[in-house]
């Protein structure tokens, strides 16, 4: 489904993806199967999303971003990629930032540019992430530090 206020310039969207009101998704971006990319968001062009992916409202996601499976972005979670941002000054070849398999990053998080978040790992909301967050670890805070390991009760499967 695609919500006719929505703006989708790819052909590349899975099938049973849901894009909501007012989204724009650019004409290069990939997007899987299943996938909820809820209202007022935008998917820049050199940008990868895999499969049952959710993107909560207000979520941008710019170019040189790799998101796998099962990933959930929170809403207005925040990404950059550019460390050093002019105003009409582009990069030729952007940071890649990988959110990896079944990660979590909460509402209102910041993820800078070039860093990787392991698999089935925890960002908390407002956390401000300046470093490479290991495999199913929880991080919190302004800038963003280990808290514990995540458990099985923690309901990540």
Known sequence: MIHPSAEVQTPNIGPETDVWQHTVILSGAVVGNQCNINAHCFVENDVVIGDRVTLKCGVYLWDGLRVENDVFIGPNATFTNDKYPRSRQHLSVYPRTVLGEGCSI?????????LSIGRKAMIGAGSVV???????ELWAGNPAR??????????IS
């Open 106 to 114: 909460g509402a209102g998080a910041v993820i800078l540019c070039g």
């Open 146 to 155: 280990f808290v514990r390991k995540l458990q099985e009760d923690d309901k």
């Open 130 to 136: 300046t470093h490479n967050v290991p495999e199913g």
